[in-house]
């Protein structure tokens, strides 16, 4: 709703007194009239201020020529503001102040009645309802992106009775925000709002390296397991401190009980499944943790060794009774999963004659098997032969 109104002020007075009346002395009572017209015509908006610009003065008695003036005092340069509660600044027309000397067509001379005429016009627009922020403002969290917190933008916007409204903020969009909270202060027209800029330090984050497949067992002291130094190291890292891999803690997780690793290059992981747990902290107190399941399997066969010659000779006279080979040891085993365990087939102490024909060649197969079940095989031969003289006709 607009309002105007129109406030004439006539300040008339004899003799020098009133041409020499200084400017502030007349402004003075100009700017507290308008200020009262102003609160009385336009209840609905905010006064800023009531001052004055610009004005004339007409001096007498009628009949002199007036000339051009000389100003005893500069013009007041100043303003006349109104604005409602919508932000709106009103029109204002005033006049500014010019004690003046008027002169004759006879001669200059200094004339002491003088009228001085103000006008004061103010044209406000009210609008009781303020620009409103749509949406609402809201807080906004983001991570920090290094130690020195983050770069934040935002968009806020507002309208008054649909119509745009310019948005400030400050901080502005863009900034650089410490990590923490930040209040940021918005206005639109004469609606002032704040919402938070929060920085949060991210938990550390876990490297994707966690093993997906079994280790293969590679000692068997104090039993047969997996070391694995150089085969895995947890990795961790965050924005604000980097790489945080030299403050991972490791536990070994057992039912309820968790038991401190002093890392996992310094456990045997035995054969099996076993549960771990990496713990890491940042410079800011913020954890992560994750859980790793150990898989060490022993599938690495058993290397056999046969002694040589790999051929066994046994003489076995006509008369005689037949003899016992004995090869307990023409094989060894080593591998990881001790013991080992070999066997013979045909057994080590079996008979010529029957497990071994004379003048014939048998092959013994020597297995080794390891604590893991693996296995692996070796082969020599038993040849059984006449003396010089029984030959059957081999040699």
Do not use: H
């Amino acid at each position: 709703m607009a309002r105007a109104a129109t406030l004439l002020l006539v300040l008339c007075a004899a003799g020098p007194a009133a041409a020499s009346r200084s400017p502030s002395a007349l402004l003075a009572g100009y700017g507290s009239a308008g200020r009262s017209l102003l609160q009385d015509q336009t209840s609905c908006c905010a006064l800023v201020d009531a001052t004055a610009t610009g004005g004339t003065m007409t001096c007498g008695p009628s009949g002199l020529l007036l000339t051009a003036p000389s100003v005893q005092f500069a013009p007041i340069a100043a303003s006349i503001s109104v604005t409602g509660k919508s932000g709106n600044t009103a029109a204002m027309t005033t006049t500014a102040l010019y004690p003046q000397t008027c002169s004759s067509r006879f001669g200059a001379a200094t004339w002491g009645m003088c009228t001085l005429l103000l006008s004061l016009k103010v044209d406000a627009t009210c609008d009781p309802t303020p620009p409103v922020f749509d949406p609402a403002l809201e807080d906004i969290s983001v991570d920090a992106t290094s130690a020195a917190g983050a770069v934040v933008t935002y968009a806020p916007t507002a309208n008054d009775d649909g119509a745009p409204v310019t948005v400030t903020c400050d901080p502005a969009s863009g900034s650089q925000f410490v990590i923490g909270t930040t209040p940021v202060t918005c206005t639109a027209g004469v609606t002032t709002g704040t919402f938070n800029v929060i920085v949060a330090v991210a938990a550390p984050a876990f490297a994707a390296n966690a093993p997906t497949t079994p280790f293969e067992a590679n000692t068997n002291t104090p039993y047969v397991g997996a070391n694995l130094s150089g085969l895995y190291t947890p990795s961790a890292s965050d924005p604000v401190d980097g790489d945080l891999s030299a403050s991972i803690e490791t536990f070994l997780v057992s039912n309820d009980e968790q038991i401190s690793l002093s890392g996992v290059d310094a456990y045997i992981f035995p054969l099996g499944s076993t549960q771990i747990k990496n713990t890491v902290t940042n410079s800011f107190g913020v954890s992560s943790e994750e859980f790793v399941t150990i898989v060490v399997v022993g599938t690495t066969k058993p290397v056999v060794t046969v002694a040589t010659p790999l051929q066994i000779l046994v003489t076995q006279p006509r008369s005689a009774p037949p003899k016992t080979v004995n090869y307990a040891d023409k094989c060894t085993a080593t591998g990881v999963a001790t013991p080992i365990t070999i066997t013979y087939s045909p057994p080590s102490g079996s008979r010529t004659g029957t497990t071994f024909p004379v003048g014939q060649t048998t092959t013994v197969t020597c297995t080794a098997t390891d604590a893991a079940g693996n296995t692996a095989t070796g082969t020599f031969t038993v040849r059984v032969r006449r003396p010089p003289g029984q030959e059957d006709g081999r040699k």
